[in-house]
């Protein structure tokens, strides 16, 4: 019996793609897809469907965080020419809720850089309205 590979997600905007399609975990929680803005930073969206809410139809939480800790990873990342990184600490306030159906967009920046850490911050957010601000400390990491 052969089985087919599973189908390629469609992304939800032209122009974007799977941000990393060999992560299980990132694939498994979203997936998430991106596009590189004309700046050089990355920005990130997800179609909120029913797998990633709670029963109120409102997105959950740890899919959010999940989101916006690929997106701070992803800007220290590019800060750092590509080396690996990994978070050390993140801090999140929720300041609205997604919702089934909605288009949450995520973006991130640098905020400084040291020997081996990366200080960045970041946006969850659906239109104009912010749901999730958050900050983080990630560790680069040794190549090899």
């Not at 979203?30 to 700046?39: I, L, T």
């Not at 992803?74 to 990184?85: E, H, N, S, Y």
């Not at 306030?93 to 970041?122: H, K, N, P, Q, Y």
Request: aromatic share 6%.
């Amino acid at each position: 019996m052969n089985a087919r590979p599973p189908a390629e997600p469609t992304a939800p905007l032209p122009g974007y793609e799977l941000y990393d399609p060999i992560d299980p975990f990132e694939n498994h929680a979203g997936p998430f897809f991106w596009r590189r803005r004309e700046d050089g930073s990355h920005h990130f969206v997800l179609r909120a469907e029913t797998h990633h809410c709670n029963t109120h139809k409102i997105v959950h939480g740890g899919l959010m965080m999940t989101m916006i800790d690929l997106a701070l990873c992803a800007a220290a990342k590019a800060a750092t020419d590509g080396q690996p990184v990994i978070t050390v600490s993140m801090a999140n306030e929720f300041l609205d809720a997604g919702r089934e159906g909605e288009l949450i967009e995520a973006s991130a920046e640098l905020l400084r850089g040291t020997g081996s850490m990366v200080f960045v911050r970041g946006q969850l957010h659906v239109g104009d309205r912010v749901i999730l601000n958050s900050s983080a400390v990630v560790k680069k990491l040794r190549r090899g």
